[in-house]
């Protein structure tokens, strides 16, 4: 996840994301920079959102854990460049892969993991955040501009995922890996 400048107060915020492979990662981190500089990235594709936890850290971990080993593995395509209006977050949208992040989400978001979100899930991958409001369409133009020339894949296979926990506000630690080990429907 993010790395951002020291000073943040310190946070416990839990998170559990699908990191995202090279060549695919280096562009996304590289463009990350560019539209913010000073943040040190780490691409991914959320499944939960950050969040507190309703109990004990092992209690979550297990809870992770075994509902993950139950989904296949799948692929995830990203989309398009796009701006949340109410955040202005500029993302990539999710083309293929949608539905599979939903049933994680919605499987996950409970018991110890439960968390009422400040906004519905929608699978994405954050490009750029907190933008002054004059920054937003140039930096969403540049974005628009630099993913069009991305000659690579775009496609992202989830095998594994990995609960990480905020550091301090912009800064996450990888506490553990869980593979997904379901067979494919169908």
């Not at 109410?86 to 939903?102: A, F, M, P, Q």
């Not at 501009?145 to 301090?168: L, M, N, P, Y």
């Amino acid at each position: 996840m993010a790395v951002c400048p020291n000073g943040a107060e310190r946070m416990n915020l839990f998170a559990l994301v699908v990191y995202i492979p090279d060549p695919l990662a280096r562009f996304l981190d590289d463009l990350r920079k560019d539209l913010v500089p000073g943040c040190l990235p780490r691409a991914h594709v959320t499944i939960l959102p950050p969040r507190p936890l309703a109990a004990d850290v092992d209690g979550a971990l297990h809870l992770a854990r075994t509902t993950v080993a139950g989904f296949a593995p799948f692929d995830i395509l990203a989309g398009e460049v796009k701006i949340f209006p109410s955040t202005d977050v500029i993302y990539l949208n999710i083309k293929e892969g949608e539905r599979e992040l939903r049933e994680m989400y919605r499987a996950l978001n409970q018991g110890a993991l439960a968390f009422h979100e400040p906004f519905p899930y929608q699978p994405h991958i954050t490009l750029a955040q907190d933008l002054a409001q004059d920054q937003v369409q140039p930096l969403y133009d540049l974005a628009c501009k630099r993913w069009a020339g991305f000659s690579h894949s775009r496609r992202i296979h989830a095998e594994r995922t990995c609960f990480v926990q905020s550091q301090d506000a912009c800064t996450w630690a990888d506490l553990a890996e869980f593979r997904l080990a379901g067979l494919p429907v169908g």
